[in-house]
């Protein structure tokens, strides 16, 4: 079984996009909507190879986001190249990808996050 990936995430079409390009990088999507829903799944799980935040799509509570990560990657999607992430995002040390559907941006950083 693949590792898996945390995408919070509220906006479910969005969400089934980003879960496909999560596969594309080789690894499986567990979604949650809010932080809440994202301690339930880390407490039934090992912890996650990378935390996938939509910013784009609207950005679920924040709130204790290092603490969730557990170590894990943090990569905030944003809608626009240089876009500013929120304080909780910058302050877990999240890495921006533009997401564009289809462009394949972040199957290929997920990817290089497993080749470390």
């Known amino acids: 079984m693949p590792a898996w990936v945390l995408l919070l995430a509220r906006d479910s079409v969005r969400a089934a996009g980003i879960e496909q390009e999560i596969r594309l990088g080789g690894f ?13 799944l880390l407490e039934t799980a090992e912890p996650p190879a990378a935390v996938v935040v939509d910013v784009g799509g609207g950005t679920p509570g924040l709130g204790g986001l290092a603490h969730l990560a557990k170590g894990a990657p943090v990569i905030a999607l944003t809608d626009a190249a240089g876009a500013a ?4 995002l910058s302050a877990a040390g999240a890495a921006a990808v533009v997401a564009e559907p289809g462009r394949g941006e972040l199957a290929r950083k997920l990817t290089h996050l497993a080749a470390r």
């Open 28 to 40: 499986s999507p567990r979604r949650a909507p809010d932080v809440d829903r994202a301690r339930v």
């Open 85 to 88: 992430l929120p304080p909780d």
